[in-house]
């Protein structure tokens, strides 16, 4: 099938490289040019493990980029996978999904023949047929239901391991007004489709849409429970992880998503989950619960650094931050968990020296304001500490060698496997 992705972000690069390997002819469509030289030269604008090969593999042949929205005609499917983020007050921001359909819309007035929009980027309930499709339809002079039709199919793949999740899903959903809309994406998506462990849900379009922030909203307050219920185990002097470990063995409940500590950041939990608040309030319903379960998460970095101030005098102190993105496997720092941190070790005086494997750059980048001292290695970072804090689980911090510290004073926000019988205070947030 002949498909065209607008956007070439984490989403529109991994389904494009994966697409082409499914055997497919695929063309991205992006306003970046360095992004589209990067994939015309067959090399990954990302870091996403599995994709440099299959872009290396693909390019030039069934796998092209372009600035130029023209290429849409060319092909009988556009995914639009561009970015939907959060204004100011937490609620979506939709001008770059209207301006990219605006530009799809220019380019199939000049299409002979029907073609498919499927909208991929998170979008709250009835942005598909409410506000894509209208501009659509204006933009290319073609009718929803006649020449142009319209589905909705979220993304339900991880940053750090993107390929493996598209490749190998638990779902795929559709959300369509015709069965010829669910026809063609039953067929993109054919060899995905076959596996044994890939359920398809076919749904209307808000539902669609709607599965995407539930499925987010629910992983989200997962982890808040469990960091809640973490809270309470620390307080009777309990191992949470003993607890849930226990507590997922109820199939009801799962093992999965189960880690207890810092709280959830990245680039999509804390905008969908602000963005269905908001559009719940618009809509007139307080959502209570979700308020609460941000509240929980936005008080973890605090927590952990009271708890290392339970041990360490912070004004003046050097103190070892160990991981700065959002989690492991990433260099993403956008809401990570371990910049609260940082600002709250500034605020109490303390002068704080973070290492991280692969994100200092871009924490020197995004957030040149925060006065933090860079190392180049874990046990750089942790030369004279008075204290050190974990806060990304990455796994060379894995028994660590915590030599070299003024005080071998350990908090972590994450579990990792350490011999507490080498430190002086080994604290858990959560256990
Ligand atoms: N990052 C993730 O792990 C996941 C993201 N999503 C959702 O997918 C959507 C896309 O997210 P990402 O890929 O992370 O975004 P991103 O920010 O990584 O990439 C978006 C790309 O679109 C390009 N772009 C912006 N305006 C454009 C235009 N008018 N025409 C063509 N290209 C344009 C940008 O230059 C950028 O390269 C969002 O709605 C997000 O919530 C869903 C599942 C997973
Ligand atoms: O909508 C999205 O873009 C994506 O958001 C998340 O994926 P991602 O943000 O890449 O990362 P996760 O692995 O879900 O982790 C999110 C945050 O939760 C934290 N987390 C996760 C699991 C856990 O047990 N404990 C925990 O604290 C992680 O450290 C991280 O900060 C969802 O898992 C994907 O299904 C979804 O497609």
Redesign the pocket.
């Known amino acids: 099938m002949n498909v065209s992705i607008i956007g070439s972000g ?2 529109g690069t991994t389904i494009a490289a994966c697409l082409a390997d499914l055997g497919h002819d695929v063309i991205n469509v992006e306003i970046d040019e360095g992004i589209v030289e990067t994939i015309n030269a067959g090399e990954a604008p990302i870091h996403e493990s599995g994709l440099a090969e299959r872009i290396a593999e693909h390019a030039g042949t069934t796998l092209r980029a372009t600035t130029d929205y023209a290429a849409v005609r060319d092909t009988d499917v556009t995914l639009l996978c561009l970015p939907t983020p959060q204004s100011e007050d937490g609620s979506l921001d939709l001008a770059i999904m209207q301006a990219g359909a605006e530009s799809l819309g220019r380019a199939l007035a000049d299409k002979d023949g029907d073609h498919l929009v499927v909208v991929k980027s ?1 979008v709250l309930p009835g942005t598909t047929e409410d506000v894509v499709g209208p501009i659509l339809e204006d933009e290319s002079g073609k009718r929803i239901g006649e020449d142009l039709s319209l589905a909705m199919n979220p ?7 993107a390929v493996e ?1 598209f490749l190998e899903p638990d779902k795929v959903v559709v959300g369509a007004t015709n069965e010829s809309a669910a026809s063609t994406l039953r067929e993109l998506y054919a060899p995905i489709l076959d596996r044994d462990d890939t359920d398809l849900v076919e749904t209307d379009i808000r539902e669609a849409e709607l599965i ?1 922030y539930a ?2 909203a629910f ?2 307050s ?2 808040s429970l ?2 809640e219920l973490g809270n309470i185990a620390k307080e009777y002097g309990a191992d949470a992880y003993e607890v849930l470990e226990a507590v997922g063995l109820d199939g009801r409940i799962s093992e ?14 804390p905008k ?1 989950v602000d963005a269905l608040r908001a559009g719940a309030r618009e809509q007139g319903y307080d959502p209570a619960l979700l308020d609460a379960v941000v509240a929980v998460n936005d008080a973890q970095p605090r927590r952990l650094v009271d708890l290392l101030e339970t041990h360490v005098s912070l004004e003046g102190a050097r103190i070892a931050v160990l991981g700065l993105s ?3 496997g ?1 260099d993403d720092i956008r809401k ?2 371990a910049l609260d941190v940082l600002e709250h070790l500034e605020a109490r005086g303390a002068h704080p020296v973070a290492y991280d494997p692969v994100a200092i750059e871009n924490v020197r980048e995004s957030r040149p304001d925060l006065e933090v001292e860079y190392a180049e290695s874990a046990a750089e970072a942790l030369e004279e500490a008075d204290g050190a804090v974990v806060a ?2 990455w796994p060379e911090f894995d028994d660590l060698a915590f030599d070299g510290m003024a005080r071998r004073i350990v908090v972590d926000g ?1 579990r990792i496997s350490v011999d507490e019988a080498d430190l002086e205070v080994y604290e858990g947030l959560t256990w």
């Open positions: 984490y989403v998170t993304e339900f793949l991880r940053m750090g391991t999740d995407k499925n987010n992983l989200a997962k982890v469990v960091n999965r998503f189960m880690r207890s500590g810092l709280g959830w950041g990245g680039s999509c939990f969908d959002f989690k492991p990433t990570s968990r990304t689980g994450r």
